[in-house]
Antibody, heavy 116, light 110 residues
């Protein structure tokens, strides 16, 4: 059974960089797409982007200028960085595996609050 | 990119059916048969319940079914049960390697 677990700081100051990791267990990262999706408090889901096991990535047009994803298959981890954060970036951040055009396995989510 | 439009809330009695609509545009739902649906309980991550408009992942009951017409996709829950009370989100491929989620629908079992 594939499991994903997000980790990282739960509090980030405005204008700083949000950095999160996702550790994958129970399966290989090879030949899959790995995604980040966020959910602002009381709101809907927002797709942030994904990275393929080769390292190529695609990002949401609305976040593209501030987002970078990377992965390390030897550690079974992939990462998200969002620069110049503001309170609008406060959300639960989920990592998920994309299979075909759906997201089949999700982490439990990590709440990141942007506040001074 | 605007979220796909879903009704904010729907309700039904046990045993009844509810249908959740998900309306996009010709650039997303209208162009691709890549609509997926997710069920989310409070405080929990979303769970994958349909993909490619009407396919069910292993373990998802056949009470959940999907369809699409034009720019609108739909999820139907038949034989409504108490544990179907949750939030439901649609998601569509939107071209150029992008995805867009719906605004979410809260289903209440009366």
């Amino acid at each position: 059974q594939v499991q994903l677990q997000e980790s990282g700081p739960g509090l980030v100051k405005p204008s700083e960089t949000l950095s999160l990791n996702c550790t994958v267990s129970g399966g290989s990262m090879i030949t899959y797409y790995w995604s980040w999706i966020r959910q602002s408090p009381g709101k809907g889901l927002e797709w942030i982007g994904f990275i393929y096991s080769s390292g190529s990535a695609d990002y949401s047009p609305s976040l593209k200028s501030r987002v970078t994803m990377s992965l390390d298959t030897s550690k079974n981890q992939f990462s998200l960085k969002v620069t110049s954060v503001s309170p609008a970036d406060t959300a639960v951040y989920y990592c998920a595996r994309r299979v075909g055009a759906g997201f089949d396995y999700w982490g439990q989510g990590i709440l990141v609050t942007v506040s001074s | 990119q605007s979220p796909l439009a879903q009704p904010r809330s729907l309700s039904g009695s046990p045993g009844q059916s509810v249908t959740i609509s998900c309306t996009g545009t010709s650039r997303d739902i209208g162009s691709f048969n890549y609509v997926s649906w997710y069920q989310q309980y409070p405080g929990k991550p979303p769970q994958f319940i349909l993909f490619d408009v009407n396919k069910r992942p292993s373990g998802v009951p056949d009470r959940f079914s999907g369809s699409k017409s034009g720019n609108t996709a739909s999820l139907t829950i038949s034989g409504l049960q108490a544990d179907d009370e949750a939030d439901y989100y649609c998601c569509s491929y939107a071209g150029n390697y992008n995805y867009v989620f719906g605004s979410g629908t809260t289903v209440t079992v009366l």
